[in-house]
Each structure stands twice: as C-alpha cells, then as structure tokens.
C-alpha cells in the first residue's frame, strides 16, 4: 500500500476486535483525532476480518495499522503463531492468524490486547499525565484486565488474564459461574451473561433492570475484589474501568465503596484512602477508548516502537 503523504498530520488505522462486535477506524495527526469508523457484527473470523479489510481497503490509503485484539492472544515475536488468537472461547476463531491476515497490505502493523490498547491511551492522552502505570478492566462478554507498565504494555510470560483471576463468593450468592474453564471466576461471575443468568433473563434487558437491583451489588462486589488483587500484585497508579456493564451509572461507586471494605485499611496510601474516585475511574474517552488504543498501537508501530 502507498504512503497516504498526509505530510506530518499521517493517517493511521485501526481495529478493536470485540467478542460482539468489530471496530475499523482511521485517525490523522493523534490517536484521538478519530475522523471515521465503520462496524461489523463479530461472527467468523473469515467473515468479519473481511469485511474490515475491504473497509479500510476502500478509504485507505494508510501508513500504518494497530489491532487491538480480544484474546488469549500471541504477542511474542519469536513465536510461529505471534498474531494469532489463542485459546478462546470463541471456538470459530482459535489459533486464527489475525496479523497475518492484513500483512499483505505491506505496512507497518502493531498488534496488542482489546485491554492493553486501551490502557495505554488513557495514560497517554487522558487527564492522568502525571501517570506511568494504568490497569483497564472492560467487563461485558468477557472480563479483560490490561496493564501498562512504565508507558509499555505488560506482556511477559504472555499477556495479563485478570479477568480469570478466582475470587471469594458472596455467602448468599448460589450461582456457580458461567466460564467454561473456571466456573466461577471474576468473568464467571460478572460477565453479561453471569448477571443475566442469576436474574433468568437475556443479557440485553440488563439495562431494564433498576439501579437498586441487588446485580449491582453482586457485580460491584466481585469486581471490587479483582481490582483489589489488581493493586495489591500490581500497584497502578489508576485503574480504568470500562465496557458495556460499567455504563450503568451506579456501578462505580458501588466498586469504590466493597473495594475499600475488601482492603479493609490495610493500605496507607492517601489516594485510596481519601480519593479513591482518582484511582478507580470510568474512562475519560467512552466508547471511543478502544478506537484511540488501537490506533495508538498503529502510531507506535510506524514509530519503530
């Protein structure tokens, strides 16, 4: 693909590849100047990564592409199957090449976690500068936890998988999870098909359901619980929350609240103590927040980052 000579306002691209639905976007000059975007329905990877493709295809050209991907992911770049998509529950898209897919437009291509993208905005270019670690926790389909760490994604081993993290059950709360590999894990427990369950309604009509509904409570307490574990193995400086269930306007303060009764004052630290509504946060970009990570993932690879 040719350059797309936008002079030093370049156009990147990218893709937030969700377990619902799949987003391309282009931006020029930063990340934030998201300037179009175009989504699909997630259904087989053929299908879906196709459709994107031609998208951007189409609108192109581009100088560079960030894919933020929903996982487990591969992101060693000494590994055969770096780019892939691992061992999901998405049994139509395991061990599917997603870098591979788009190589042959011969530019530049960073590819990273649906949650480590996202992390890595909110540092840089969210109202948290001062900030050089970050946690972002998205819970819908799923429960995903991104970490960055010195302004660099944490990979390690492999990617973070927060979200399987195994927490303690509320004493009255008798389902027994919803995840395949774990049972009653943080997703297991908190995902959108979880809290539909206990309530024995469809994940959609979630948002029918009144802010005093006792799934607030259950939801808050579980998520308070992983982002204790978060702060405790980790120590960020902010942990973001976002996702379809963290739109109910409730849940924050609900997670702020059974978070400080889960440290129960262990930790002395004047921000948890005092100010907790600057360290657990929504995100300050919304929906856009996946958009701007992945073209952020897309800007670093042009950088040679």
């Known amino acids: 693909m040719e350059p797309s000579n936008h002079g030093i306002r370049r156009r990147l691209a990218g893709l937030e590849l969700g377990g619902t639905s799949c987003v391309a976007s282009f931006c020029e000059g930063s990340p934030t100047n998201i300037i179009k975007n175009f989504r699909v329905p997630t259904t087989t990877p053929t299908e879906t990564l196709g459709k994107l493709k031609a998208w951007l295809v189409e609108n192109g050209p581009f100088d560079a592409l960030g894919i933020a991907c929903f996982g487990p992911v591969d992101l060693n770049r000494n590994s055969k199957t770096y780019g ?4 999901t529950p998405k049994t139509q898209w395991r061990y599917y090449d997603v870098v591979g897919t788009f190589a042959d437009l011969s530019i530049p291509i960073g590819f ?3 949650v480590n993208a996202p992390a890595l905005a909110e540092i840089s270019y969210g109202p948290h500068s001062y900030a050089s670690s970050s946690c972002y926790i998205t819970i819908g389909t799923g429960v995903g936890v991104g970490m960055v760490v010195n302004r660099e994604p944490v990979h390690g081993l492999m990617h973070t998988e927060g979200g399987h993290c195994m927490v303690a059950k509320l004493s009255n709360d008798e389902y027994k999870g919803s995840c395949e590999f774990h049972g009653a894990c943080v997703e297991g427990l908190v995902n959108a098909q979880a809290l539909a369950a206990r309530k024995h309604i469809a994940p959609g009509e979630l948002a029918t359901l009144s802010d005093d509904d006792d799934i607030w409570n259950i939801a808050a307490y579980y998520i308070a619980q992983l982002c204790a574990n978060v702060t405790y ?8 929350i976002g996702g379809g269930i963290p739109k109910r306007a409730c849940l924050l303060a609900l997670i702020r609240q059974h978070f400080q009764k ?6 002395d630290v004047d921000k948890l103590k005092h100010h907790l509504d600057e360290y ?3 995100s300050a970009f919304g929906d856009r927040i996946g958009m701007i990570g992945a073209c952020e ?3 670093r690879a042009l950088e040679g980052q």
């Open 84 to 87: 892939h998509i691992t061992s």
């Open 112 to 114: 990273d976690t649906d």
């Open 233 to 240: 193995l980790l120590s960020p400086e902010l942990i973001v």
């Open 262 to 267: 889960v440290i129960n004052g262990y930790l």
């Open 280 to 282: 657990i946060v929504g």
């Open 297 to 299: 993932l897309g800007k």
